[in-house]
Protein backbone atom coordinates (compact mmCIF):
# COMPACT_ATOMS: atom_id res chain seq x y z
CA UNK A 1 0.00 0.00 0.00
CA UNK A 2 1.35 3.45 -1.04
CA UNK A 3 2.11 5.86 1.68
CA UNK A 4 1.41 9.84 0.71
CA UNK A 5 3.82 11.50 3.13
CA UNK A 6 6.35 12.06 0.03
CA UNK A 7 4.43 13.56 -1.91
CA UNK A 8 4.72 17.09 -1.58
CA UNK A 9 2.59 20.01 -3.51
CA UNK A 10 5.62 20.53 -6.48
CA UNK A 11 4.93 16.45 -7.40
CA UNK A 12 1.37 17.32 -7.83
CA UNK A 13 2.48 20.31 -9.64
CA UNK A 14 4.34 18.00 -12.28
CA UNK A 15 1.98 15.55 -12.18
CA UNK A 16 -0.57 18.48 -13.43
CA UNK A 17 2.19 19.56 -16.08
CA UNK A 18 2.22 16.37 -17.42
CA UNK A 19 -1.40 15.86 -17.82
CA UNK A 20 -1.55 19.21 -19.06
CA UNK A 21 1.30 18.07 -21.83
CA UNK A 22 -0.37 14.43 -22.43
CA UNK A 23 -3.70 15.33 -22.49
CA UNK A 24 -6.53 14.06 -20.13
CA UNK A 25 -7.40 10.64 -22.21
CA UNK A 26 -3.37 9.60 -22.72
CA UNK A 27 -2.31 10.45 -19.36
CA UNK A 28 -5.17 8.14 -17.99
CA UNK A 29 -4.17 5.60 -20.54
CA UNK A 30 -0.72 5.57 -20.48
CA UNK A 31 -0.72 5.50 -16.44
CA UNK A 32 -3.58 2.55 -16.28
CA UNK A 33 -6.06 4.96 -14.35
CA UNK A 34 -9.92 4.85 -15.75
CA UNK A 35 -11.68 8.07 -15.73
CA UNK A 36 -13.36 8.32 -12.47
CA UNK A 37 -16.54 10.46 -11.66
CA UNK A 38 -17.12 12.46 -8.61
CA UNK A 39 -14.37 14.59 -6.83
CA UNK A 40 -12.23 16.06 -9.17
CA UNK A 41 -8.73 18.50 -8.54
CA UNK A 42 -9.34 22.23 -9.49
CA UNK A 43 -6.08 23.86 -10.39
CA UNK A 44 -6.56 27.07 -12.59
CA UNK A 45 -10.36 26.85 -13.29
CA UNK A 46 -9.20 23.36 -14.71
CA UNK A 47 -10.43 19.83 -13.62
CA UNK A 48 -8.20 16.60 -13.26
CA UNK A 49 -8.20 13.22 -12.26
CA UNK A 50 -8.28 12.64 -8.41
CA UNK A 51 -6.68 9.28 -8.43
CA UNK A 52 -4.74 9.83 -11.54
CA UNK A 53 -2.61 13.23 -10.47
CA UNK A 54 -2.31 12.01 -6.75
CA UNK A 55 -0.93 8.29 -8.45
CA UNK A 56 1.82 9.84 -10.83
CA UNK A 57 2.64 12.78 -7.98
CA UNK A 58 3.46 9.70 -5.84
CA UNK A 59 5.67 8.24 -8.74
CA UNK A 60 8.00 11.76 -8.99
CA UNK A 61 8.10 11.49 -5.23
CA UNK A 62 9.12 8.07 -4.67
CA UNK A 63 9.91 7.21 -8.30
CA UNK A 64 6.81 4.20 -7.71
CA UNK A 65 3.56 4.94 -9.51
CA UNK A 66 0.62 4.37 -6.93
CA UNK A 67 -1.74 1.89 -8.73
CA UNK A 68 -5.17 2.31 -9.79
CA UNK A 69 -6.36 -0.49 -7.17
CA UNK A 70 -5.42 1.83 -4.33
CA UNK A 71 -7.54 4.52 -4.31
CA UNK A 72 -11.30 2.40 -5.66
CA UNK A 73 -12.15 2.49 -1.23
CA UNK A 74 -10.29 5.45 -0.06
CA UNK A 75 -10.96 8.52 -3.06
CA UNK A 76 -12.04 10.36 0.69
CA UNK A 77 -8.43 10.01 1.49
CA UNK A 78 -7.02 11.24 -1.58
CA UNK A 79 -9.33 13.88 -1.52
CA UNK A 80 -7.97 15.03 2.27
CA UNK A 81 -4.42 14.93 0.83
CA UNK A 82 -4.35 17.16 -1.79
CA UNK A 83 -6.49 19.95 0.40
CA UNK A 84 -3.49 19.32 2.55
CA UNK A 85 -1.07 20.69 0.05
CA UNK A 86 -3.06 23.21 -0.72
CA UNK A 87 -5.44 22.24 -3.46
CA UNK A 88 -8.62 22.83 -4.01
CA UNK A 89 -11.24 19.66 -4.91
CA UNK A 90 -14.69 19.64 -6.13
CA UNK A 91 -17.05 17.58 -4.28
CA UNK A 92 -19.05 14.77 -5.87
CA UNK A 93 -23.06 16.39 -6.71
CA UNK A 94 -24.58 13.75 -4.43
CA UNK A 95 -21.92 14.37 -1.48
CA UNK A 96 -23.52 16.77 0.71
CA UNK A 97 -21.60 18.82 3.66
CA UNK A 98 -22.08 18.19 7.09
CA UNK A 99 -23.22 21.11 9.00
CA UNK A 100 -20.35 22.60 11.08
CA UNK A 101 -20.90 21.39 14.83
CA UNK A 102 -17.88 24.24 16.56
CA UNK A 103 -17.54 27.48 15.77
CA UNK A 104 -15.83 28.94 12.75
CA UNK A 105 -12.29 29.73 13.04
CA UNK A 106 -11.10 33.21 13.77
CA UNK A 107 -9.22 34.79 10.80
CA UNK A 108 -5.61 35.48 11.77
CA UNK A 109 -4.51 39.31 11.35
CA UNK A 110 -2.44 39.93 8.55
CA UNK A 111 1.11 40.21 10.23
CA UNK A 112 -0.19 36.78 11.58
CA UNK A 113 -0.81 35.58 8.22
CA UNK A 114 2.63 37.31 6.73
CA UNK A 115 5.11 35.61 9.12
CA UNK A 116 3.55 31.96 8.73
CA UNK A 117 5.79 29.92 8.13
CA UNK A 118 5.30 28.24 4.62
CA UNK A 119 6.57 24.34 3.71
CA UNK A 120 10.07 25.20 1.84
CA UNK A 121 9.38 23.22 -1.93
CA UNK A 122 11.40 20.56 -1.80
CA UNK A 123 14.86 20.41 -4.37
CA UNK A 124 14.16 18.01 -7.38
CA UNK A 125 16.51 16.62 -9.74
CA UNK A 126 16.65 18.24 -12.99
CA UNK A 127 17.35 14.93 -14.60
CA UNK A 128 14.92 12.60 -13.49
CA UNK A 129 12.48 14.64 -11.02
CA UNK A 130 13.43 12.77 -8.34
CA UNK A 131 13.77 14.82 -4.90
CA UNK A 132 16.94 15.02 -4.01
CA UNK A 133 18.33 13.87 -0.37
CA UNK A 134 19.44 15.93 2.44
CA UNK A 135 22.79 15.67 0.45
CA UNK A 136 21.79 17.88 -2.78
CA UNK A 137 22.89 15.20 -5.03
CA UNK A 138 20.75 12.22 -6.44
CA UNK A 139 21.18 9.03 -5.78
CA UNK A 140 20.39 7.93 -9.02
CA UNK A 141 21.87 10.31 -11.05
CA UNK A 142 24.81 10.72 -9.48
Do not use: W
Not at 53 to 79: C, K, M, Q, W
Not at 100 to 107: M, N, V
Not at 124 to 129: D, F, G, H, M, R
Amino acid sequence: MATFSSVTRQHVLQSIAEYDIRGGEQFLKLYGFEPSPGYALVHEDRSYDVAAILGVAHRFATGRLAPPEEFNSDRPGAVAILRRRGFGVSEPASASRPTPTRAPRTTRSPVARATATREAPPAICPTCSMTLPATGICDDCG
